[in-house]
């Protein structure tokens, strides 16, 4: 597995970390994500990337967290929007957003009843994703770029969960709720059948 680059100029617009009654409800599913398996630590941080929809932009985790629990406010950072010609991503907030950030704005702006987009990784849904029916990427791109933004939103069409080939997966939904719940279910179906296999 290989743990995204930032590969988009950033300007920060503002230093005001994100203030969202839902930031605490997003905080619950990072720690239920880190505690089921699905940001594993990778050369010190913990993967993956999760994100609710806000006014125009987006808010979604830091880049580079040490740990995805006890999350403060300042480990989210406001998207307010993406400018594909200079590849630049308009930011509130302390820290750099996560690597993924293109994908979840492609995802937000392409799929306007989804709310949410939460990013993760688990070998067992990457290795049984076309044995059980979830939809893969045609091809396999670097991490944080816009190919791989682009190969998603392709393969996710108006589905709301898609398996990045040998990679990770997305899952979205209306709520976070909904997106997180069907993450957590296909991890369930991914052991399941991978224990059957062995």
């Not at 010609?85 to 690597?99: D, F, I, K």
């Not at 492609?106 to 990013?119: D, G, M, S």
Request: net charge positive; glycine share 8%.
């Amino acid at each position: 597995m290989k743990e995204g680059k930032i590969r988009f100029n950033i300007t920060f617009v503002s230093d005001e970390i994100p203030i969202d009654p839902r930031i605490d409800e997003l905080k619950e599913w990072c720690e239920r994500f880190q505690k089921a398996g699905l940001t594993p630590e990778f050369e010190g941080n913990y993967t993956g990337n999760l994100g609710f929809r806000r006014r125009e932009g987006f808010v979604i985790t830091a880049s580079g967290l040490k740990s995805k629990q006890n999350l403060s406010n300042n480990c989210f950072v406001y998207v307010k929007s993406y400018d594909r010609q200079s590849n630049t991503v308009y930011v509130e907030g302390r820290r750099q957003p996560s690597s993924e950030s293109v994908m979840h704005y492609l995802i937000y702006k392409t799929r306007r009843e989804v709310n949410a987009v939460f990013h993760g990784h688990n070998k067992a849904i990457v290795m049984n994703a076309e044995k059980l029916g979830f939809p893969v990427t045609e091809r396999e791109h670097e991490p944080g770029t816009i190919e791989l933004a682009k190969e998603a939103l392709k393969a996710l069409d108006n589905k709301n969960l898609v398996v990045l080939k040998n990679h990770g997966f997305v899952s979205v939904g209306n709520t976070m709720k909904e997106a997180g719940e069907l993450a957590l279910a296909t991890l369930k179906r991914s052991r399941a059948s991978a224990n059957l296999r062995g």
